[in-house]
């Protein structure tokens, strides 16, 4: 499963990945004057929506998660039996107002084999060959007519713009699977050291404590998992990451002040404390909207691992 595919996920049912798509278009294409044709009263004749300068879209979702080979075949099917609608509704789609398509786009949220793009050149060299022969029947299509396999990373901008003003409840998922053994080469060992560091001087235990050993291994986890989500943030959703950055920024000045300023080593852990359930309630009020909860959970440990990272975070020991 690619990385924005799982950030999806919410989305990925037929209806919702339709009107995911819809959305895409109108903001994508809105100079263009989009049009979204309701699959009511005769259908939609085999398109979800078109532009003014000949685009027109089709959008189809897996019902389940398919073998590669699999994924081929419905992929491959669908696009044919919706070719062959789009053939043969040269009347409903004129009055309807479609000028002559120039681009037939099949939405997907991805594809594995690159049989399905053979596929669709040998469906629209059919209809170019076909056109030739019955240019009547075919004025619906373009002499330069072209078929585009779309999926979920060509819309990133506007996928993140939509998650951001989207206040329904399918929200983005950042959560990544865990390594069962953390491979600690990922991260720096001056990292590694700044967190025991920290940690020790909150709780106030000595070196081989048990317990310490046990929470720096989850914030040195959090901290390398914190890095990959960032970063796959900042290339799928650029404009989420940025508002993250800009909070984080802010706030981790603060928390630099609040921890530097304190000289009585005794409220370490209360001040700790403090500044876990302060960003906490500020994480939930400014992305609770848009993260799952675990997402949340996730994200906020991950940025509190990388203050004890690095030197934002201060304790006396």
């Given at each position: 499963?690619?990385?924005?595919?799982?950030y999806?996920?919410?989305?990925?049912?037929?209806?919702?990945w339709?009107?995911?798509?819809?959305e895409?278009?109108?903001?994508?294409?809105?100079?263009?004057?989009?049009?979204?044709?309701?699959?009511?009263?005769?259908g939609?004749?085999?398109?979800?929506?078109?532009?003014q300068?000949?685009?027109?879209?089709?959008?189809y979702?897996?019902?389940?998660?398919?073998?590669?080979?699999?994924?081929y075949?419905?992929?491959r099917?669908?696009?044919?039996?919706?070719?062959?609608k789009?053939?043969?509704?040269?009347?409903?789609?004129?009055k309807?107002?479609v000028?002559p398509?120039?681009?037939?786009?099949?939405?997907?949220?991805?594809?594995?084999?690159?049989?399905?793009?053979?596929h669709?050149?040998?469906?629209?060299?059919?209809?170019?060959?076909?056109?030739?022969?019955?240019?009547?029947?075919?004025?619906?299509?373009?002499?330069?007519?072209?078929?585009?396999i779309?999926?979920?990373?060509?819309?990133?901008?506007?996928?993140?713009?939509?998650?951001r003003?989207?206040?329904?409840?399918?929200?983005?998922?950042?959560?990544?699977?865990?390594?069962?053994?953390?491979?600690?080469?990922k991260?720096?060992?001056?990292?590694?050291?700044n967190?025991?560091?920290k940690?020790?001087?909150?709780?106030?235990?000595?070196?081989?404590?048990?317990?310490?050993?046990?929470?720096?291994g989850?914030?040195?986890e959090?901290?390398?998992?914190?890095?990959?989500?960032?970063?796959?943030?900042?290339?799928?959703?650029?404009?989420?990451?940025?508002?993250?950055?800009?909070?984080?920024?802010?706030?981790?000045r603060?928390?630099?002040?609040?921890?530097?300023?304190?000289?009585?080593?005794?409220?370490?852990?209360?001040?700790?404390?403090?500044?876990?359930?302060?960003?906490?309630?500020?994480?939930?009020?400014?992305?609770?909207?848009?993260?799952?909860?675990a997402?949340?959970?996730?994200?906020?440990?991950?940025?509190i691992?990388?203050?004890?990272?690095?030197?934002?975070?201060?304790?006396?020991?």
């Amino acid at each position: 499963m690619s990385n924005i595919k799982k950030y999806i996920k919410g989305y990925l049912s037929g209806n919702l990945w339709e009107e995911l798509c819809v959305e895409c278009y109108r903001s994508r294409y809105q100079k263009d004057n989009y049009m979204l044709i309701p699959a009511v009263q005769g259908g939609d004749a085999g398109i979800e929506g078109f532009t003014q300068n000949g685009i027109v879209h089709q959008c189809y979702c897996p019902e389940r998660e398919y073998t590669d080979d699999e994924l081929y075949e419905h992929l491959r099917n669908k696009l044919t039996t919706d070719i062959d609608k789009l053939k043969k509704n040269a009347e409903r789609l004129k009055k309807l107002g479609v000028p002559p398509i120039t681009e037939w786009h099949f939405d997907i949220p991805e594809y594995r084999d690159s049989r399905i793009l053979q596929h669709a050149e040998s469906k629209r060299q059919e209809i170019v060959r076909e056109k030739k022969e019955n240019p009547t029947a075919y004025q619906h299509i373009a002499e330069d007519f072209r078929i585009a396999i779309k999926t979920a990373e060509d819309f990133l901008p506007e996928i993140s713009r939509i998650i951001r003003t989207n206040l329904s409840d399918r929200k983005l998922n950042l959560t990544i699977e865990r390594p069962k053994n953390l491979d600690w080469s990922k991260c720096d060992s001056e990292k590694i050291a700044n967190i025991r560091r920290k940690i020790k001087a909150i709780m106030h235990v000595e070196d081989d404590d048990e317990d310490l050993n046990y929470i720096v291994g989850i914030y040195a986890e959090s901290y390398i998992s914190g890095l990959k989500i960032l970063n796959n943030l900042r290339i799928y959703f650029p404009e989420i990451h940025k508002e993250i950055y800009c909070i984080e920024q802010s706030y981790k000045r603060d928390v630099s002040i609040k921890t530097r300023i304190n000289t009585d080593r005794s409220m370490n852990k209360a001040l700790f404390d403090e500044i876990l359930g302060e960003f906490d309630a500020k994480i939930k009020r400014d992305f609770s909207e848009r993260f799952t909860e675990a997402s949340i959970i996730e994200l906020k440990e991950a940025l509190i691992a990388s203050w004890l990272a690095d030197c934002s975070m201060e304790f006396r020991g």
